[in-house]
């Protein structure tokens, strides 16, 4: 595999204030064997998710995720149902049809675990976050269950208000193929040949660690004032 990615685009101050809502450009025939609107990942070995504010968008969360240019090539809703599944984030291409939906139908268990589905419902995987009060430490697994990829990091109890990295490491966890960045945005990198069902699977754990993360920053902010 190529080594880990350049970080190109490292905040908000580099990206244009304004995004495209244009396509990025692509060769319009639909890559065989690559899930519809997932073609952009082939070309990028980065990607940013920034999270929107809005007066008007109510109990959910809103996202752009950017490409190493600071060009918005998705966005994401993370959705609260009270009577829903316990996580769910659906991403969509710039001309707001489903991509990606992550989900996870129980959140009350010791350990988590979210499927990340393409359009049409296909599962391309797993992200199992495993209880570990040492380390944060998730494993990305194929339609089988079989692990592809290990995130390890500090624990949510050490580094959980600063910027902080993750590292991608492969299955046998002898080599660094990526990093997650926790900064002003959440940022991965991977390398550009791998699978793009991977990268979209890395895309998913992004937003489930950082849904983890920030569930816990209001969990302790909240404690502090009651």
Known sequence: MDPPAQTLYSGPHDAPSIYSNV???????????????LEHLLQLNQLAVRQKFSVSQGNGRTFDILDPAGQRVYQ????????????????????EQEVLDIIEECACTCTRQVQVHSFGGNLLGNVKLHSNFLVTHLSVMDPS???VLHIVGPSFKTNIFGDCSFEVKSS????VVGMFKNESDFLVSFPMDLDVSV??????????????INTHRVFLTNRKYY
């Open 23 to 37: 396509a990025v450009p692509m060769d319009t025939m639909v890559k065989k064997g690559v899930p519809r609107s």
């Open 76 to 95: 994401a809703l993370q959705e609260y149902q009270c009577c829903g599944p316990g996580y769910n984030v659906k991403i969509m291409d710039n001309s």
């Open 145 to 147: 269950k079989n692990v």
């Open 172 to 175: 046998d966890e002898q080599h």
């Open 199 to 212: 990268k979209a699977l890395l895309l998913g754990a992004c937003f489930f660690l950082e849904s983890c």
